[in-house]
DNA sequence: CGGACCTTTGTTATCGCTAACATAGCAGGT
DNA sequence: ACCTGCTATGTTAGCGATAACAAAGGTCCG
């Protein structure tokens, strides 16, 4: 056994701890603790000589140490459904910027559009001690939904306007926009609409247009939907294309397609361009989300802009004060922020 | 004051501990905690008993009092430039799927391009104490860098092959990629190429596609380089259909066009198509990324694949190898894995 | 010049969990 | 019956930070 010189520099396997730093600063761990916040009284002079045994040592706050002990993680669990191509990479990046300065971290999480993965993950999500946490839709497992309601701390249902919210809502109906959608094919003089979606409810978004496209077809006394449901949701491009290829053979004489998505939307569009049909003259194609490719395609589509972003930054915001009343153990009652959408008319129809 | 019975239910605020569930199933909290994780030896009837207990109070274990202890976080942190509409959120959830069932989370962070954010998130992920560290490209800060050889986990650069490794690599040369696709095009017969990409060099990865245009095309002879900067890193379809504009108007002679990435190869091929010019009789389209829209898009465009997906994969495989070397304080030597790109040829070029 | 009051720093006691070691109980071989 | 060796559980001591309180030293004022 190495007998080692007292005060000398012993190599250290293991990272240096606050301890490490206060030590070669000669003051207390409290004191490098203050120096690392800001807003804590201290000396410059003091502030200046911890800094210094920062940088040498090369010290890096622990901050699941700090979290254990002032209970907060700075940590909101945030699940969407999935950040390929969709508009959710729009509302985790609002998000993520509304949170900027705040000291909160976004976990993201993925739930591939189920409600059985979702329940995992808010599962997982919670083993962390999120200050808050958003998930997408306000459809849940059972348990999932419990373990939302008992996890003591702000939840943020977005994307819908759920019936029974959990707590707090951003978001808007998904039904009314593609009402909104029909009711302008309609007024564009079209009659014959058909909708373009994918198989299964697991979408739930989706399966929300397509009501909102049977409510507005019925409000408008056009009784004969024409549904294409083709597809594992998320639906690709490609497959927008073969859906619209179906709907030409099973209702020739449509005049025109809702496409659940703008991704969708511009798959039937190219397939139009490359089968030579003419949009909006034989057939119009509208989309939903407004995707920055339909405004940039030709023709450009028309879609439903939903402004994506802007649900992440007021979600984002919703939650700064939410979490804000917990701290000062004041919970801030349920909130409802109904954000905009709007028909952009373009080219496609 | 009041006095409390002592066996009874008292009222409590803050959420059960594992304590809580150790006394309602008499145990201790060793246990519990043995319990809750899996391949620890534990008779089943004491395990049910506690998943009962588990159950009745609604306990989620607290996983940063446990990373604190076991000095496991169970983090990965990942820096990418962006998610939205962008090859590294294919990525990103290539990674993810790797660590699927190896109990990481991977800890997502946007650097808007700039190695300046990089820097400031490097250093508010390690806080976090993660156990790798991924980040997009081989360019990084001077502190940047210092902090990730001394953060004392394994790190891996990816999208690119830097010339200086920090220790793990899984990428491949954009340059190389971008001299494959020039190649191709001189085959087809094309000799007045252009390239269109964004202003700054903050696009790493973007610099280097340009720099390989013009290493292939000083190889093959052809001096004349026609570049056209123009926009922001990441160059939007609106800018590249811009951008085409400009090239056509500075070099009229132009044959095809090499886009910095599908999307404003998209543009530019629309531009074409409002303009009526005709792709690729009067010009050549190509991009960089092989997009779901260069597939789906009419005519389809030619591209390089470079499997952003497959980095993300490989990534999480080559981490997971890591880590598991750093608990068995057996670190493994630095890797550099290749991936694969190639030139796909479609309608477009 | 003494006390009120502020600023700056230190002390102590957790936070909720897990590593490492200790121990009890039991089976099986001799 | 004794020892070996296993499994199942408990005990003790932190992990690295921060909250809450305590205390030292200075300023200011009547």
């Given at each position: 056994m190495v007998v080692r010189p007292a005060a000398?520099?012993?190599?250290?396997a293991s990272p240096p701890t606050m301890s490490d730093v206060a030590r070669k600063a000669g003051v207390s761990t409290m004191t490098v603790s203050r120096a690392l916040r800001d807003g804590a009284s201290i000396?410059?002079?003091?502030?200046e000589k911890i800094m210094r045994a920062v940088d040498e040592l090369g010290y890096v706050l622990d901050q699941s140490a700090g979290s254990l002990s002032s209970k907060r993680t700075g940590f909101v669990a945030a699940l969407v459904p999935s950040l390929n191509n969709s508009n959710f990479a729009d509302t985790a990046r609002g998000l993520t910027d509304a949170l900027q300065g705040s000291g909160l971290q976004v976990l993201l999480g993925y739930t591939d559009y189920l409600i059985e993965k979702e329940e995992e993950l808010i599962e997982s999500m919670l083993r962390r001690r999120p200050e808050a946490i958003v998930v997408t839709g306000g459809?849940?497992?059972a348990r999932g939904r419990k373990l939302l309601e008992n996890a003591g701390i702000p939840v943020i249902e977005t994307w819908d306007l759920p019936p029974r919210p959990v707590r707090h809502v951003v978001g808007f109906s998904n039904a009314e926009a593609?009402?909104?959608?029909?009711r302008h094919l309609h007024q564009k003089g079209y009659r014959k609409i058909g909708f373009i979606g994918g198989t299964s409810n697991r979408d739930t978004r989706g399966a929300d247009r397509r009501l909102g496209y049977e409510r507005a077809m019925g409000a408008l006394g056009l009784k004969d939907t024409r549904i294409i449901s083709f597809g594992t949701p998320p639906i690709s491009?490609?497959?927008?294309?073969?859906?619209?290829?179906?709907?030409?053979?099973?209702?020739?004489?449509?005049?025109?397609?809702?496409?659940?998505?703008?991704?969708?939307?511009?798959?039937?569009?190219?397939?139009?361009?490359r089968r030579n049909i003419a949009v909006p003259e034989r057939i119009a194609i509208a989309g939903f989300g407004d995707f920055e490719i339909s405004s940039c395609s030709y023709p450009a589509i028309t879609t439903v802009s939903v402004n994506c972003y802007d649900i992440g930054r007021r979600t984002g915001e919703l939650l700064l004060r939410a979490i804000e009343g917990e701290r000062a153990r004041k919970p801030i009652a349920g909130e409802t922020v109904i954000t905009d959408y709007e028909v952009i008319a373009r080219e496609s129809a």
């Amino acid at each position: 056994m190495v007998v080692r010189p007292a005060a000398t520099t012993v190599v250290k396997a293991s990272p240096p701890t606050m301890s490490d730093v206060a030590r070669k600063a000669g003051v207390s761990t409290m004191t490098v603790s203050r120096a690392l916040r800001d807003g804590a009284s201290i000396a410059s002079s003091t502030r200046e000589k911890i800094m210094r045994a920062v940088d040498e040592l090369g010290y890096v706050l622990d901050q699941s140490a700090g979290s254990l002990s002032s209970k907060r993680t700075g940590f909101v669990a945030a699940l969407v459904p999935s950040l390929n191509n969709s508009n959710f990479a729009d509302t985790a990046r609002g998000l993520t910027d509304a949170l900027q300065g705040s000291g909160l971290q976004v976990l993201l999480g993925y739930t591939d559009y189920l409600i059985e993965k979702e329940e995992e993950l808010i599962e997982s999500m919670l083993r962390r001690r999120p200050e808050a946490i958003v998930v997408t839709g306000g459809r849940h497992t059972a348990r999932g939904r419990k373990l939302l309601e008992n996890a003591g701390i702000p939840v943020i249902e977005t994307w819908d306007l759920p019936p029974r919210p959990v707590r707090h809502v951003v978001g808007f109906s998904n039904a009314e926009a593609a009402e909104a959608l029909v009711r302008h094919l309609h007024q564009k003089g079209y009659r014959k609409i058909g909708f373009i979606g994918g198989t299964s409810n697991r979408d739930t978004r989706g399966a929300d247009r397509r009501l909102g496209y049977e409510r507005a077809m019925g409000a408008l006394g056009l009784k004969d939907t024409r549904i294409i449901s083709f597809g594992t949701p998320p639906i690709s491009m490609k497959q927008g294309g073969e859906a619209l290829t179906r709907l030409l053979e099973q209702w020739p004489d449509v005049e025109a397609a809702i496409c659940v998505s703008d991704l969708s939307a511009f798959g039937a569009l190219m397939e139009c361009r490359r089968r030579n049909i003419a949009v909006p003259e034989r057939i119009a194609i509208a989309g939903f989300g407004d995707f920055e490719i339909s405004s940039c395609s030709y023709p450009a589509i028309t879609t439903v802009s939903v402004n994506c972003y802007d649900i992440g930054r007021r979600t984002g915001e919703l939650l700064l004060r939410a979490i804000e009343g917990e701290r000062a153990r004041k919970p801030i009652a349920g909130e409802t922020v109904i954000t905009d959408y709007e028909v952009i008319a373009r080219e496609s129809a």
